[in-house]
């Protein structure tokens, strides 16, 4: 026994190591433990009142940019009014004609974001609504610009949500035009990727990408981008396509949560039949 | 480390995991932030040895990782073979020249790069981002950053003892 404390305290340091790597990958294993959600409530609660008040100051490195960004976008957002006008006076008249109602799918829910995090590739945002406004986790965020990302975690007045430039998102998409079916995913950089479009697809630069709808989470046809880029790789029976993001990051403030969550029985069955 | 000084430690962590988590991103360049935290980490390293380092990098890891919102445990490992790697170099002879000196730089840098390779090697597992150009673009980026950032304490440190920066 004595000869096991020796042998303990002579390499004390790497039996350290030791506990410390054995817990951290235990705790790899328990991600979806509910006491840890409860420990993840209550911090991103905390943070969410830090980051909100610090949420005036500006970041200095991207302050030009992102001025130069919102005067191009003031141009273009009243160059679109009119066309929306336009689209609205349409749209009442014929909406007159056929005698529909003017229906809202979902509810929508403002936040503001009062922090960004940008950890290596975990790239979240904290917005000022949470389980007293009717905010849950998977409700989908956008903007009028389109496609922000879901909602990650909760506390009752904040909530953390995984944005597109995130490691771990996914969403189904399409292409509008051509109505050929992809998965939408982030590999760092300023563009997301479309997979799995074959090569003898149709998919054109300049076409919109939109969320599909087989996704349980994202209702179909909220916009996410357009096609940047579409390359063809030899020995690949795949496209490469390079999508450029609708929402501008950089710059986001105001996003609206969906009151929209996840079918749980359709859910419960996939992972049933699936796992 | 006395209990006064303990607590001190405790604060200017509690300090500086706020400034990670929230006013970090207000000098991030290209979504590129530094990791003040594995400064901390090797600072702790060079002051009290390997052990210190190595707990200190668990619990830093452990409180980033419930912080972040995802993949709990992934900081924690990253921070703590930071923290165990950092402490070897440690001397206690040699703690003020190596603090005052770009060494402390450098040992960030490679602190800072087995912090991102192993925390990469991992992440990258189940999706289909590419190691090297992932570890190249992020994990390389921020560790240089970081190890730029780390020259402020060398300047703050090497004031107060009153040694120049660069050797004689």
């Known amino acids: ?275 | 480390m006395n209990v006064y000084a303990s607590i001190r430690y405790g604060l200017i962590t509690v300090v500086l995991i706020v400034l990670q988590t929230t006013f970090i991103r207000f000098i991030s360049i290209e979504s590129i932030t530094p990791d003040i935290l594995v400064v901390w980490i090797v600072y702790l390293a060079l002051r009290y040895g390997q052990i210190h380092a190595t707990v200190a990098g668990f619990i830093l890891g452990f409180i980033v990782d419930i912080i972040s919102g995802d993949f709990l445990g992934l900081y924690a490992l990253s921070k703590t073979v930071c923290g165990f790697v950092a402490g070897y170099s440690y001397d206690e002879n040699r703690t003020t020249q190596t603090l005052a000196t770009y060494r402390f730089a450098l040992i960030v840098l490679l602190a800072s790069i087995v912090h991102n390779v192993i925390y990469f090697t991992i992440f990258v597992q189940g999706s289909e981002l590419p190691f090297w150009r992932t570890l190249g673009l992020f994990g390389v980026t921020t560790s240089l950053y970081t190890s730029a950032l780390s020259l402020l304490p060398i300047f703050g440190y090497s004031r107060a003892k009153g040694d120049r920066v660069l050797p004689r």
């Open chain 1, 1 to 275: 026994m004595r000869r096991l404390f020796y042998i303990v305290r002579l390499f004390k340091e790497y039996f350290i190591l030791a506990l410390f790597v054995i817990v951290s990958i235990s705790l790899m294993a328990q991600n979806d433990n509910r006491q840890i959600h409860g420990i993840r409530t209550l911090t991103i609660g905390l943070l969410g009142k830090m980051q909100e008040s610090v949420s005036f100051l500006p970041n200095f490195f991207h302050l030009q940019e992102e001025n130069e960004a919102l005067r191009r976008a003031n141009v273009n957002l009243a160059d679109e009014l009119n066309q929306l006008r336009e689209a609205k006076l349409e749209n009442m008249r014929l909406h007159r004609l056929l005698g529909l109602r003017e229906t809202a799918k979902y509810d929508l829910i403002p936040a503001k974001v009062i922090g960004k995090t940008l950890y290596l590739l975990r790239n979240t945002i904290t917005m000022n609504v949470g389980e007293k406004d009717r905010v849950a986790p998977g409700m989908p965020i956008v903007t009028d610009r389109g496609l922000v990302g879901k909602i990650l975690a909760t506390s009752g007045g904040y909530a953390l949500g995984e944005i597109i430039m995130n490691r771990d998102f996914r969403v189904g998409a399409r292409i509008q035009r051509s109505r050929v079916d992809g998965i939408l995913a982030w590999e760092g950089g300023t563009h997301s990727r479309l997979k799995n479009i074959s090569k003898t697809l149709d998919v054109k630069v300049g076409d919109v990408v939109e969320t599909s709808g087989y996704s349980n989470t994202y209702p179909p046809s909220i916009r996410i981008g357009v096609v940047g880029a579409v390359t063809e790789q030899p020995g690949s029976l795949f496209k490469t396509i390079w999508v450029e993001n609708a929402v501008d990051f950089a710059t986001l403030e105001e996003v609206f949560v969906m009151n929209s969550l996840p079918d749980s029985a359709r859910a419960r069955l996939e992972e049933k039949v699936l796992r």
